[in-house]
């Protein structure tokens, strides 16, 4: 009973260095890999012996020079800024003008599936829905268009990245709305609500002034995030981007695959160049915060004064939520009925022949890659649960008082790194020290690679849950079950069942989608389902990228439902669970 | 610790040079010895070795059709040699390139992760150049004495770089443009009235963006057309006449690019989407390397009956596929059975059958027997197939340094 399980120095410190090891010595090996050929050093080449080049900032130079280089940051730049600023607030408005609606419940509920849609998945949909042969044109042509033909419009693809834009919006809305949840279970704040609405404060403003501020602490990181993310996302910005040029990360990986291996010095900058653009933008947005919370002083301490009309915004998030929704179940339903089609043609609302063919085939072909998929993400995302329950476990300590804090803070922080580091700019590094070692080509390699991936959002997920337990509980337990193990195995982690289920899923889903490290880190051997669905989203037969994106989504889905049902039949008779 | 590393590096890759110097000199007179026994014996040996053997095949993997050839393949070969083939699907052969180049860099001479590679052209020119190919070995291989060397020059130049038996060819390759006929009755004869065609059915007609390998096949095919004298292409670019020479290139896509999907503001991704759109009707016109790609298409419901294929009146540029063994691939032996087989009159008359891939043969009929001869012959005609008479002239690829040189001018007059 004395024996404190995870107190213990030994352990901490094994924790620690087990972090240190696993999560940061890739990256920053990988960045190295990344920076020596960035800065004109990369020995395998032979054509290119030239010395003079070494550390010199030629490659850097020459990615300035290249004529897409300036068009393609300017889209990329815009399109993530915009996607995450867009879905943040979209996020926040939903949240504010939902939370005392009927709705609540519904957006509620809807995350999780809408997490599950894997972003390629949804694109692929998204194209098959809104293009200008898509579904929805195909539902109202001839009768209500007159057309037989398709217009020529520019609508996927789109120079603007609208269309990119549009897509990132829609998925990133869903993953703001969970850490929105989870940052409200923080604190207290119906008790907040109440109160001000007792000071007279209308619900918007109370939420404003009150609530968001508090919230946001939680949702600065996740911000950074999907930031990160759009910026350096490559798999639905060829589905959906523009193509001449490409955003910056697309045309940073043509550069690693060129013909020409000389690419390989401008591929290298690229990467190091996305990288520092990310850190300009952190940088950013702590400037902004900053000048907003100096901006915002005075209107947040000026007490009650009503401004927004609540009954019309309320019913402008309704619509939004609606929307949103019927835009996912679209893209979905449109991959459904590709997947089972035969022959489809423009303009017919539906197709013309029927096959299950598609689905038979691939049952075949994928039983390997759906395999592997499960496996990779079933390991990466229990051990980045487990790690993340003991790392929890040791911070409710520290908040309680009964542990020192160490270096708890930067810790943390590190977790967060891979979520931040665009992948591209430490993959090239890690696949070369992946092969150095041997360890390229093998599925422990690429649970591990994935690991790093999956653990900021387990943490994520799971964090605010698990620290606002209420100990009373385990203490209590401890005394009577007279061990500490005992307790937290059948009293703590019982009652925290459903959250940990909730972000094994979360974590699950992370891990299918993963397309780069799988590919870098699997040498192309260990095959998931997401490398062939991208091989095939190259847009040839749209019957197998539907099916190919669907099985994409039903694994996740699987573990989601199950994350769902399994903690309510195991808790049958704990009702208050 | 980055001092270190360097010294290591540049250390083995002189080790490495050393090494493929010395295998160079010391192996060459032994195929000069080559007499039509050893060939066996040593085949003999190959096949032994190759028993057991994994071979990782990285090969595009973006067609169902192609693919479900290389499992037959792949099959076929496990039955026969006890030689398991994986098919690593790949979206870009540059991303293999680089990979082989990350092992080299690595100091990895042997175990790769590439047993065999599908390749040919710009990816082959850059494996050549950095060494990254495994010794000559084509002329081991019993079915390379098959291959049409003599009538399919681009067999033993691909692109115009020598092949020098670092490649096995696999496939001939023929640009190709399928037009709905049921949209469009009649077909462009060349760049001039496809334009023209364009201007009346604006929208309908695009290519992929470059550096996409079929996008640079039509620039070439256009340049080809366009220039006054094809026969400075043949020969290395060079920079100072460049402009001049391709001036009439830039002057004709200024002129496409608004008449194309999209006024040319963005491009398919590839020639396989250019193949959905056909099919959604977004396009009326598409292209292909594959000749029987479009009877293929609609065997399967991919396009409509109503889709023909056609060419070129001056004819369409045509070349080899191959695939190659990297220098330090991990089942050589099994990689050579494979790359064999492929080469074999069973494997080529299989995929050379328009219900299946439609890829054309690499082969000489003359060198077959009368069976094989004849059962090539047989061959059915995909319902929208051309026969090789209305295939027409075969260009041959300009000088690959030509690619580079036009992709770098598209790029920075379109992609900006």
């Known amino acids: 009973m004395t024996v404190s399980w995870s107190g213990s120095r030994l352990a901490k410190s094994l924790l620690i260095a087990l972090i240190c090891l696993v999560f940061i010595a890739p990256i920053l090996i990988g960045l190295i890999g990344t920076w020596l050929p960035a800065l004109g050093y990369l020995p395998g080449l032979n054509s290119n012996y030239d010395s003079s080049r070494y550390l010199s900032l030629d490659a850097m130079a020459q990615v300035f020079a290249h004529p897409s280089t300036v068009a393609s940051l300017k889209l990329s730049v815009g399109s993530a800024l915009s996607a995450t600023f867009i879905a943040f607030v979209l996020s926040q408005w939903l949240c504010l003008n939902l939370y005392r609606s009927a709705l609540w419940g519904v957006l509620k509920h809807s995350i999780a599936p809408l997490l599950a849609i894997p972003h390629l998945a949804f694109s692929v949909g998204l194209v098959f829905l809104i293009s200008p042969s898509g579904w929805l044109m195909r539902l109202v042509s001839p009768v209500l268009t007159g057309m037989s033909i398709p217009p020529d419009w520019l609508i996927v693809n789109d120079t603007y990245a609208a269309s990119l834009t549009l897509g990132l919006v829609l998925k990133e809305t869903p993953f703001f709305l969970l850490m929105s949840l989870s940052a409200l279970s923080r604190f207290e704040h119906q008790k907040t609500l109440q109160i001000a609405a007792s000071l007279g404060y209308s619900h918007p403003v109370a939420w404003q002034k009150l609530i968001f501020p508090q919230m946001y602490p939680q949702l600065r990181l996740p911000m950074l995030a999907v930031l990160s993310y759009s910026l350096s996302v490559i798999d639905i910005s060829l589905v959906l981007g523009p193509n001449a040029p490409a955003t910056f990360a697309v045309l940073v990986n043509q550069w690693f695959g060129h013909s020409d291996l000389n690419f390989r010095y401008l591929g290298a900058a690229g990467a190091s160049l996305l990288l520092l653009l990310v850190l300009m933008f952190i940088l950013l947005l702590y400037i902004i915060e900053v000048f907003l919370k100096k901006a915002t002083k005075s209107w947040l301490v000026a007490g009650a004064k009503d401004l927004a009309k609540e009954v019309v915004s309320q019913w402008m998030a309704k619509v939004t939520l609606f929307f949103m929704l019927l835009v996912s179940v679209g893209c979905m339903a449109g991959l459904l009925v590709w997947s089972f089609s035969q022959r489809w043609r423009f303009p017919d609302a539906l197709p013309e022949l029927y096959s299950l063919k598609y689905w038979q085939k691939s049952g075949l072909q994928l039983l390997e890659p759906l395999q592997n998929t499960a496996i990779i993400g079933i390991s990466s995302a229990l051990i980045a649960v487990l790690i993340c329950i003991a790392l929890l476990q040791w911070q409710s300590k520290v908040q309680l008082g009964s542990a020192k804090p160490g270096f708890k803070k930067s810790l943390l922080w590190l977790i967060y790194v891979p979520m931040l580091v665009p992948q591209v700019s430490f993959l090239f590094g890690v696949q070369v020290l992946m092969v150095r070692l041997n360890l390229d080509g093998q599925l422990l390699s690429v649970i591990w690679i994935h690991l790093l991936f999956v653990m900021p959002y387990a943490y994520l997920t799971l964090a605010q849950v698990y620290l606002r337990f209420d100990e009373r509980y385990l203490q209590q337990a401890s005394i009577l079950c007279q061990s500490k193990w005992r307790a937290f195995i059948y009293v703590k982690l019982p009652m925290l069942f459903k959250p940990i289920a909730f972000s094994f899923a979360v974590a699950f889903a992370v891990s299918v989608a993963q397309y780069l490290p799988t590919l870098y880190i699997g040498a192309g051997r260990v095959n998931t389902i997401t490398l062939e669905s991208v091989v095939l989203a190259g847009g040839s037969d749209a019957r197998v990228s539907a099916v190919f994106a669907l099985w994409q989504f039903i694994l996740p889905l699987i573990v989601y439902v199950a994350a769902l049902v399994i903690p309510q039949i195991c808790f049958r008779n704990r009702r208050e669970l | ?416």
């Open chain 2, 1 to 416: 610790m980055l001092k270190s590393t360097q010294k290591k590096s540049v250390d083995s890759a002189a080790l490495y040079r050393y090494i493929a110097v010395a295998l160079l000199t010391a192996s060459s007179p032994s195929w000069a010895l080559d007499s039509k026994e050893t060939i066996a014996e040593q085949w003999q040996k190959t096949l032994a070795e190759a028993k057991g053997q994994t071979v990782y095949f990285n090969a595009w993997g973006g067609s169902q059709t192609i693919n479900d050839y290389i499992s037959w393949a792949a099959k076929s070969v496990k039955e026969q040699y006890q030689v398991t083939v994986k098919q690593v699907k790949i979206t870009d052969t540059g991303d293999v390139v680089s990979r082989i180049l990350a092992e080299k860099t690595a100091n990895r001479t042997t175990g790769g992760s590439v047993d065999l590679v599908w390749v040919n052209g710009e990816n082959f020119r850059a494996m050549k150049d950095n060494e990254l190919l495994a010794d000559a070995y084509t002329q081991r291989m019993p079915n390379y004495a098959l291959v049409d060397t003599e009538n399919k020059p681009s067999t033993v130049y691909d692109f115009t770089t020598p092949v020098d038996n670092l490649e096995a060819p696999w496939g001939m390759a023929q640009l190709v443009f399928m037009h709905d006929t049921e949209k469009l009755s009649v077909a462009p004869t060349d760049m001039a009235s496809l334009l023209q065609t364009l201007q009346s059915n604006k929208g309908r007609f695009s290519y992929p963006a470059l550096p996409n390998f079929h996008g640079t096949t039509f620039v070439k095919q256009a340049l080809l057309e366009l220039v006054d004298d094809p026969q400075l292409l043949t020969k290395p670019v060079v920079e100072a006449d460049f402009a001049r020479i391709s001036a009439p290139l830039w002057v004709y896509l200024d002129k496409l690019h608004p008449l194309m999907w999209r006024g040319g503001k963005t491009f398919p991704k590839s020639a396989q989407q250019m193949k959905q759109l056909l099919n959604d009707s977004e396009l009326f016109i598409s292209l292909s390397f594959n000749p029987s790609d479009a009877s293929n298409a609609i065997a399967n419901d991919e396009l409509p009956n109503s889709v023909k294929t056609y060419v070129h009146a001056k004819g369409t540029l045509g070349n080899t596929h191959f695939v190659a063994i990297p220098f330090n691939a991990n089942a050589k032996a099994g990689a050579e059975v494979f790359a064999n087989f492929l080469m074999s009159a069973k494997a080529q008359l299989h995929k050379a059958n328009p219900t299946v891939w439609g890829d054309p043969t690499v082969l000489a009929m003359d060198k077959l027997s009368a069976d094989e001869r004849k059962a090539f012959a047989e061959l059915p005609l995909g319902v929208a197939t051309l026969t090789s008479e209305q295939l027409g002239k075969v260009l041959l690829e300009p000088h690959s340094s030509w690619v580079s040189a036009l992709e770098k001018a598209w790029i920075a007059r379109y992609a900006k």
